[in-house]
């Protein structure tokens, strides 16, 4: 049965995401010329943490097609949504670069691209993509591929809200088909690249598993909120107690494996480099 519950007014509230958005932006300015190195590491970490929302959004949806599933219909729509701002975060991604192409010796973040290969092994070995031209193409390539999908997807998923026609299902499923495999090689590379990178010297076989996890269980619970909140508001009436009840398990049943593995998050990398005094966050 429907879920039964007071309707919210956050008319109020409409204007704080603006002051918000404004008042950010003019404090990350005044942090990005104070002390850029500082910046770009504090940027880098909230920039990951909303990419992994991003591509849980992604996720949701391949899931969604490549299973057939039901219990994801409710939420589709805003999934696509929030990985729609691929586009977006290919904008924002643009200090890091900066950092990477512009900055000297003494701000620069990955410390990897102002050491001499030939004397460092570590460093030696990942060539040609631990160079800046293959953190550039790595860059280019991850949101190319978010971008071209979170379109396609988007374009078919509207299409077939219009005619309703069995061919927009057959196209998703088979965008999703090749999306599943861009998907982890999109995002490993993401986490190697831009997170592990800071300190290259370091190996990892389960880091960009790592993030997916967090990806996943914190995309879930996001999209739990915002079905309940959206719900409340008016919208999404035809959510019913037995779809949050597969978010609540599949959350909590994540949050039980999580608790297993022997790493805490992959955010923790950074918080350990920061106990070292290596990176200001």
């Known amino acids: 049965m429907p879920i039964a519950a007071a309707p919210l007014d956050l008319s109020k509230l409409r204007p704080v995401p603006n002051f918000l958005l404004v008042g950010g932006g003019v404090l990350a300015a005044i942090g990005f010329f ?12 909230a920039f990951m943490f909303f990419l992994s929302l991003c591509l849980g959004g992604f996720f949701m949806v391949l ?61 030696h070995a990942k060539l040609p993509l631990f160079t800046k031209p293959g ?8 949101f190319g591929v978010w971008s071209l999908f979170s379109a396609r997807l988007r374009y078919w998923s509207l299409k077939q809200d219009d005619t309703g026609a069995a061919e927009c299902t057959f196209a998703m499923r088979r965008w999703s088909y090749v999306g599943i495999f861009l998907f982890a090689i999109t995002l490993t590379l993401a986490a190697i690249m831009w997170m592990k990178a800071l300190q290259h010297q370091w190996f990892s076989t389960m880091y960009g598993v790592i993030y997916f996890a967090g990806t996943v269980w914190t995309s879930l ?15 999404l009436q035809h959510v019913v107690r037995g779809h949050l009840l597969f978010y609540g398990f599949a ?31």
């Open 135 to 142: 953190f550039v193409v790595v860059a280019l390539f991850c």
């Open 34 to 45: 104070l002390n850029h190195r500082q910046f770009c590491y504090s940027w880098l970490q």
């Open 63 to 123: 899931v969604h097609h490549l299973f057939d599933a039901s219990w994801t219909v409710p939420i589709r729509r805003f999934c696509e949504h929030i990985f729609c701002l691929a586009p977006v975060l290919a904008l924002l991604f643009i200090p890091i670069l900066l950092n990477v192409l512009v900055a000297g010796p003494d701000t620069i973040i990955y410390k990897w691209m102002i050491e001499n290969p030939q004397a460092d092994h570590a460093l």
């Open 221 to 235: 619970a996001t999209f739990y909120l915002i079905t309940v909140l959206l719900h409340r508001l008016g919208g």
């Open 251 to 281: 959350l909590a049943g994540l949050h039980r494996l999580l608790r297993l593995c022997p790493f805490r998050s992959v955010f923790h990398h950074l918080e350990r480099e920061y106990a070292r005094g290596d990176v200001l966050v």
